[in-house]
């Protein structure tokens, strides 16, 4: 697994969040914060330079070995025209601003066209994953308007001390950052000592239950075992 640089913004993915607006979502490497997040968009290119700034929150995180800590961001965008094209990058305070991305809006509720999404699940980082089809569908081209995973992540996002959940999330980030999405858990977001950590800190749905979670659901598990063993 690559080791990221710090403060390069990662794994950036756009969360549906509504009929007009959209979570976008990254990560960066460092041990204390570093300031606000921030998105720069606008509808037209090199907005992501010179448009509208919109700050956002984060939340610092420690895989489950404790040896690696980093930061989560969410920045809402909201107010967007349907069907609209927009073009965006990202930043951490004072740390390195990302690639300029494009992506269209969510379709409007009182939009009378179709919504078509890619509807999956089960894929993993191996040499038989559909990330190339879910690009040209959505990126490349313009068959879906989104993405819905109906689970089990990378199998499994806790490996390697979640590694392979980040080397997984940077790979998809070609299609996630221009092509809105809706995670979904599945039973792999739990093992290898995971415990659907990763996964609640990584959606907008999970963001403020983070080691409070992790730390429930252990407890459940020490009198389930307590229990079985008695």
């Known amino acids: 697994y690559c080791t990221p640089a710090a403060g390069v913004p990662e ?13 976008v979502n990254w990560v960066t490497f460092h041990a204390t914060p570093v300031g606000d997040p921030t998105v720069t968009f606008g509808d037209s290119k090199g907005a992501g330079a010179t448009g ?37 990058s990202v930043k951490a305070g004072g ?21 078509t999404l890619d509807v999956y699940g089960d894929m993993g980082v191996y040499q038989w994953n559909n990330m190339q089809q879910l690009y040209d569908d959505c990126v490349a081209g313009n068959a879906v308007d989104g993405i819905i995973h109906m689970g089990d992540h990378s199998y499994n996002e806790g490996d390697a001390d979640e590694r392979r959940g980040d080397g997984y999330m940077q790979a998809f980030q070609q299609t996630l950052a221009s092509c809105p999405w809706v995670p979904i858990v599945g039973n792999h977001e739990y093992y290898s ?3 659907l950590a990763k996964f609640l800190n990584n959606t907008v749905g999970g963001r403020d239950l983070p080691k409070a979670m992790r730390d429930a659901i252990a407890a459940h598990e020490a009198v389930a075992a307590a229990k079985s063993a008695g």
């Not at 950036?12 to 607006?21: C, F, R």
């Not at 929150?57 to 025209?81: E, M, N, Q």
């Not at 740390?95 to 919504?115: K, N, V």
């Open 193 to 195: 000592g995971e415990e």
């Open 11 to 23: 794994q950036i993915n756009l969360q549906l969040a509504g009929p007009d607006s959209v979570v």
């Open 95 to 115: 740390g390195s601003a990302s690639a300029e991305f494009r992506f269209r809006a969510p379709h409007g509720s009182d939009d009378s066209g179709a919504t």
């Open 52 to 88: 509208t700034v919109v700050k956002g929150t984060s939340h610092a995180y420690s895989s489950p070995s404790k040896d690696r800590t980093y930061f989560f961001h969410f920045v809402i965008l909201s107010g967007l025209k349907a069907r609209g094209t927009y073009f965006y």
